[in-house]
Every structure is written in C-alpha cells, then in structure tokens.
C-alpha cells in the first residue's frame, strides 16, 4: 500500500509530462490525485488497525502521526487538482499560458506530490532532506510559471532562501550522523529515525542540541517562520491560485512534520526543555509579525499568505510548549488549517479571476456576483480566525488553555496576536463580500465541489470530533511524549 | 600512510579549500569566479580520496569521483556555457568594500571554530581538525550570497555552500551514507538546471543579471 501511495504521483506526473495540453490532461491530473488519496486511505486504514509499521527494508516507516498528514496531502491534492481544473481552463482561455507550460505545470504539480509524500513517509531523515529539496525544486519553477517580472522575482527569491535555508537543515542532518554514528555505528541504519528513537537517550546532548539549532534555521524557512519567512508572501502570492493552495495548505506542515521529527530526538537526548523554548520562541514571533503584517496588505494572495505564516506560528509554538493538550492542539490546528487555508485559496482564485486582479481594493460585491465565491471566502474566513463552531476554534483553544496553564506570561502575546489577525482579516474581507457587483466583474464557472467539501469537513471536525480521529491524534501525541 | 601525514595532508587541502572560498569572495570577473569554484572542487575530491584510503571507506571513491565529475567538470562547463550564451563573460561585478568583507569571513571562520569545538573534542576522526574549516566554508558562501549581487555569483556562492557541507560530511562522520550523498548529488543536478533556465528568464526580463533590479515586491503601506 505504502509504495502504490508514492508510485502514482510519480507515475502520473510521467504521463501527464506525455500527455502535455490534450483535452483531458486535467482529467488524468484528477485521476492520479484520486487514486493517491486511496491509497493513502488505505494506508492510513492498515495502519488504523495494525500499529506503526516499517516497510520496504526499514526504508520507510509509518506511525500515526505521519499517516494522517500523508491522507491530508493526498486529500488537499485531490481538491486541489479539481480547483485546477477550472482554474487553468481560464487562465488558458484569457492566455496567461501556454501548451508547453500546462504540460509543465501538470507533471511538476504531481512531482511535488510524490516529494511531499516520500518526506512524510521516509525513515531515513537523510532521504527526509532530500525530498524536501526535491519539494522545493518542483515548485520553484511553478511559482514563476505566469513569467512577469515579479512572478520571477519571487521565484528566484525563493530558490535562493529555501536552498540557503535548507542547507543549514543538512549540515544539522551531518551532525546527527555524527552523534548518531558514535552509538549505531556507520552505514544508513545510523540515520533511520525508528533506530535514532530507540537510542536517542544516549546521543551526545551536546552535539544534538546544537544540530537543532541549524535544523531549526533549515526546516524553519521552509514553514515559514519569521524571521525566516521572507519568501513566502511572494512565492505565494505570484504563482498560480492551486500552487499558492498546496504550498500553503501542504507544504509548510510537511516541513513542521520534519521538525517535529527531529525535536523529538533532540528531546530524547538532552532530557531539557532546549528545542521546545527555541520552537516557543520562533512561533509566538512569528504569531505576533504576522499578524501586524496582515493589516498593512492590500494584495489578497498576499494577505493569506501571512495568515498562514500566523498559524503555522501557532502550530511550532504548540509543539514547543509540549504537554499533551498542546501537542493535541498542534496535530488538530496542522489539519484544520489546511483544509480551511487551501479552501480560501480555492475562492480567492475565482474572486480574483472575476475581477482580474489581486487588489482587495478592486474586488467587490461576491455575495451578488458569485454566491458560492461570496460565502466560500466568508466562511473560510471566519474559520481561519478562529470562530466557533470551525474546527480551527477548538485546536487554537485546545493550545490556549495549555498555554494558560504552561506557560502563564506568555498568553497575552499569543492572544494580542490571535485578537490583531481576527480584525485584520474582517476589515479586509467585509467589503469585498457584500455590497453591489462592481461593472468590471465577470461571471464565470467555478469549482463548487472543492469548497464545499473542504468547509464542511472543517465545520464537521469542529462541531463534531469523529471518535477514530480523536484516537488517532491520541495516538500520534503518545509518539511524540 | 602515516596518520600524521595524512592529518597534514588533510589540514593542507582544508587550507586550500578555504583559500578559495575566501579567493571567490572578492573575485570580480565570472570566468575566474568559476575556476576558482573547479579548483575548491578539485581540492574537495582529492581530500574525499586520500580519507577514504586511509580509513578503508571505499563509498568514499564514489563520492570523490561523483565530485569530480560534477562539481570540477560538470557544473563549471554548465557554468561556462550560461555566461558566454547570456555574453555576461566581460561584466565586472562591483565588490563593495573588500577588506570589510574580508574581515566578516574572518570573522566567521573564527566564529565557526568556536561553535564546532565541543563537537571536535567528541572526534576520534583523523579529519576532526577540518570540521570547522567546513562550517567556515558554508558561512563564508552564505556571506557571498548576500554581498554580492549579480545572479551567476549568488548561484556560485550557492555551491560553494553545497561543498562546504559535502567537505562537513567527510571532516564529522567519513561521508554521509552513499544513498544520501547520491541524493544530494542529484538535487544538486536538478538545481542547476533550474538556475540554468532562471538565468535566461531573468534575463530576457530584466535585460541584466543584477539581482538588484528585482525589487518590485515590497511590503506596500
């Protein structure tokens, strides 16, 4: 189960590199997307019922906490690929593209895919590195695929602080070779995860915690976390709405998911609260930057984009601060924040699409022009600053009632920073929603499906916590104790 | 060999390398630029050779020929190529301030055998002295990257963080598994082909390679 979940994605971005600008290319990117995500259900389904498992000679590995987040890569690819549908449809027709780069976008669309999955599923925290490399070299040139000068820039700024960043990732990586190598010996059993949990008591402290401190600078860029986060707002905002989709609902919780990984065995070695303040520290940060960054945005692409760097902020914090509510939280926040960021995305492409431009100011009147557009951003909206009933309003309360009891002085800031995100967005997103249709605004066909699954799962998650779900998360915080 | 002379060896070639980081940091001209990169890379699989046939590593061949081939012939002649086809070969990068940035590098190096001493001491390795002199080589390609401005640099200076933490692999731990070192390798690859196509774009665009002309996002008030 577990090589068919990374043999499609790579299977389908071949064929759809052969397929190139036929008719039904986006057909075959749904169909690859669709069987990935039964896979991954399937998966998840075995590991439900058995335990954690190793798999292909110890190469791989999963436990509950991986296969989650691969079911929800595969999810979110899957809506994501029938958003796209409609999305790239207009694009073409107003040509913004070409033949040559829907045959680019199609086959490095499902190579991200299969970089993200083989991230998640790897046991070997070398190959971890590696595809997450591999992530960012798939999407660079996708972010830069409308070629205009700022779709450029931001491409190249990307490529450069992404490939900056995560080398620091691997020189960390060499360094738990190296306190890994002393107790296991040479060879690549020294690097898989499972045997570093094993031993992970007697590693050297020192070696480990310093390793995470380039681990953290590595893997911190890549989710995004200030004052690391520089690319971001740009690689999301000028790339296609699905990959501004996948990069923010994806793409920053895989690279947490690696952080994560190693925090734990750093934790295991040095016995000290060491990763956690410095995880504590870059997220409230990041929670507190973000937030005020969000008022000064007028680009809307932009705008979420901040958001996201606010609840990922929130995420590492959770996971710093530790304790098994908070490490709940984070598990549910990665989840909820990911179905509902990349359902935003979903409308805020049509919106703009309706309007031809990214300007808040020029978006007008969605309630009247398109219902679906109108009340799809309106209830994201209100799911991602965290109103109840949304499932993002339990995981955020889940980690302030932890932060209440862990780490009292700290829960003003995080507050003022949840307070200051909330009226941000509502400023924003209040008069593009209601109001008159403005005269430049077009009607179109939009992709009503992704949308709506995506809200009603959050709103389900929120009301509602599915008893299997709940163990999963309970299971996946005992692995991370 | 004698172990001593392997460790003089192995110190000699770390001075190299770090003689042409350093040398790259101030060099002007693009040709030079990439020789000096073939050179470090020379250096690199040489070191890479000598360690794994005094601790009997054989992997350690394959990662110095994979070096060879790729980063003293490969990507230098990619190098090559790119800067006569986008005719920036006669472009003489302004270097502002050399001594300042002189004195950073220093300063980092002095910096990165500060941070690597508590992992040196835990070292049995013959190569432990030279793991420092690796960190010094990826914080002094990170400090190219941000002096200087011109694309193609900032690309080498990339690199030449990449040998940096290839020279950690072997200085910490004799090489990183082989599967690793093949994976890096062929990200390694895929990026250049990447930078290659990016050069193009981001010259027919911007007419120039200076990265300076790319500022057109910035956080609106």
Redesign the interface.
Known sequence: MLLVLLVVPLFAAVALAFVGDRKFAPEINIAGSAATFVAGAGLALQVYEQGPMLAGGKFFFVDAFNVYLAVLTSFVSMTTAIFSRRYMRREREHGRIGQIRIRFYHAMFQLFIFAMLLCLLTN?I??L??AM??AT?ST??LV?LY????A??????Y??LC??GI?QA??G???L??AA??VLG???E??LWTNLRQVSGSL?P??LS?AFVFLMVGYGTKVGLVPLHNWLP?AHS?GPTPISAVLSGLLLNVALYALVRCKVLVDGSTHSHHAGNIMMGFGLLSILVAAF?LL????IKRMFSYSSIEHMGIATFAFGLGGPIATFGALLHMLVHSLAKSSIFFTVGHASQMHWTQEMDRIRGLFKGNPLVGWGLMFGVMAIAGMPPFGVFTSEFLILTATIKDAPLLTPFLLLGLGVAFAALFRRVQPMVSGEAPSYQKSMKVAHVPVILHMVLVLVIGIYMPAFLNNWFHTAVELLK | MDINVVAQLNSFLAAFVLLTAFGMLVQRRMYGLVHLFAWQGLFLSINTAIVGFVAGKHHLYISSLLTLSLKVFLLPYILHVLIQRLKVHKEVEVVENVPMTMLMGIALVIFSYYLMSPVTQLSTLVTRSTLAVALATVMIGLLMMITRKHAVTQIIGFLAMENGLFFAATSATYGMPLVVELGVALDILIAAFIFGIFFFHIHTTFDSLDVDQMARLKEED
Not at chain 1, 152 to 157: L, M, S, T
């Open positions: 070997n070398g190959i590195w590696i490399e591999l070299l660079v040139l830069s070629r205009t000068p700022t450029i820039e931001a491409a190249w700024k490529f450069i490939g900056v080398s691997l020189f990586t060499v360094l070779y190296f190598e002393k040479e060879g690549g020294a690097l050297e020192t070696v310093l740009d000028e960054s000064r945005q007028k680009d």
